[in-house]
């Protein structure tokens, strides 16, 4: 993990939460002041270096983009509802 707070966080997603060694990507976030909010920025890389074929890894990218967009929306909503719990 690497924090470089408040701008930038990055940590390993690992394939098996139970297992340090496992195969993992790297998420990484970037926080930017604009105006009157902020743009964050979410990446996870390392899908190509996963074990298994070309479509498991590509399953894998797909189910995790969708993943990523269902969370930043709902983080979204809560920022923008005004609820600080």
């Not at 930038?8 to 970037?30: C, K, M």
């Not at 074990?51 to 797909?62: C, H, I, L, W, Y």
């Amino acid at each position: 993990m690497k924090l470089d707070e408040p701008r930038y966080a990055a940590f390993r997603w690992l394939a098996d939460a139970s297992d340090p060694d496992s195969e993992s990507t790297l998420v990484e976030f970037w926080i930017a002041d604009s105006g009157s909010g902020v743009i964050l920025k979410v990446v996870e890389s390392g899908f190509a270096a996963l074990s298994g074929s070309d479509a498991d890894r590509r399953a894998k990218f797909d189910g995790n983009t969708e993943g990523w967009k269902i969370e930043l929306e709902l983080a979204r909503t809560h920022l923008t509802s005004g609820s600080r719990a």
